[in-house]
């Protein structure tokens, strides 16, 4: 079975968020970045078919230079190998159809996407990938068994959980769940060193339209200051109630 992990390249959630020009782009000065957390759940699933059903697991990713380290860090925990799309992944279309060509070309059975990227919480690659290819699709993927080709999956919904059975070639978009978190895996020196000698391809990206643009980013409003009111004040805590709140 040949597997391909889908890695984002997202800031750490303890960096501090800055935009630049007009706040129309993301100030990448000073920021850390890591694995998307719903694709290291996916990776952390993939080795496991690779322990145990002998799959063979690539990692992809669409950027430039820059992110190479990220895809070094999956080699790392345990993929086979790595291939870089040359470009800058500026909306979520033209992602797909990078991702689509890598697949088609590779020909991998299983497919394994976050449900959504940590940075713009777009949740809409996996699927655009397969409208393209018109792989089954399953999203919000909880749980995933594979035995041949015959797939059983879990996938939260509202309200609940579903089961689902399906069939390879198949794409998902996992999420937390897919495995739990003491089972995901920091990478030892032996995987540092080993992962130096594995490939990391690099290819150009195909002709693809970029449909949407960022106009502006606005970051949430900040707190206004705590109203402290006296305990024997109550004409004037529901004043403020009635007048400034308006919840009442």
Known sequence: MKILVCISHVPDTTSKINFTNGDSEFDTNGVQYVINPNDEFGLTRAIWFQEKQGATVTVVNVGGPETEPTLRKALAIGANEAIRVNATA??????????????????????????????????????????????????????????????????????????????????????????????????????????????????????????????????PAPRSAVHLISSDNLDELIDLLHNEAKVI
């Open 90 to 219: 500026t909306d979520g279309f033209f992602v797909a159809k990078q991702l689509a060509d890598v697949i088609k070309n590779g020909e991998y059975d299983l497919v394994i996407a976050g449900k959504e990227s940590l940075d713009y919480n777009g949740g809409m690659v996996p699927g655009m990938i397969s409208g393209i290819l018109g792989y089954n699709f399953i999203n919000s993927c909880t749980s995933l068994t594979i035995d041949g080709s015959a797939v059983t999956a879990i996938r939260e919904i509202d309200g609940g959980k579903e089961t689902v059975s399906t069939s390879l070639p198949l794409i998902i978009g996992g999420q937390k769940g897919l495995v739990e978190e003491k089972d995901l895996r920091i990478p030892n020196m032996r995987g540092i060193m080993t992962a130096r000698s594995k490939a990391l391809t690099i290819v150009e990206p195909i002709d693809a339209p970029v449909n949407t643009k960022a106009v502006k980013f606005e970051k």
